[in-house]
């Protein structure tokens, strides 16, 4: 037997399969799945964030441990001005120690300003925008 009566005899008994025809409605719908799949991981990560934030908000809100304010030295160190209790200390926090400078008294100590803005929309930036 040659190599080409081989060849003849697998050919005669192997069936021959031609790929199913894709229609483009069955592309859109896969476009469709995935996109509400999409849409469905991001609802949930979205909530799941906001749920996980809101119990870590509430955990540092009963604390005893405020930080006041924050100077950054270096990319590695930063000074903090911290209220542990009644008592307001300077730390500074570098990459692998964290160490207490000093203790200040509350007169020392002059709060961040905290000016709740009244929030602008974007009809109202909109608005200044096309007047000039």
Do not use: H, W
């Not at 040659?2 to 399969?17: F, G, M, Q, R, S």
């Amino acid at each position: 037997m040659l190599a080409t009566d081989i060849v003849d005899e697998i050919n005669k008994k192997t069936p021959i399969v031609l790929p199913e025809k894709i229609s483009p409605l069955d592309n859109v719908l896969q476009l469709v799945g995935l996109l509400l799949l999409l849409a469905f991981i991001l609802a949930a990560a979205y909530y799941t964030s906001k749920f996980i934030g809101g119990m870590k908000l509430n955990q540092y809100k009963d604390s005893n441990f405020k930080v006041i304010d924050s100077y950054k030295i270096s990319p590695n160190k930063i000074l903090q001005l911290i209220q542990v209790g009644s008592k307001y200390l300077v730390i500074a926090i570098c990459k692998d120690t964290v160490s207490v400078i000093t203790e200040l008294e509350e007169s020392q100590v002059l709060f961040p300003e905290t000016n709740i803005e009244k929030k602008i929309n974007f009809k109202e930036i909109l608005d200044k925008i096309r007047n000039k």
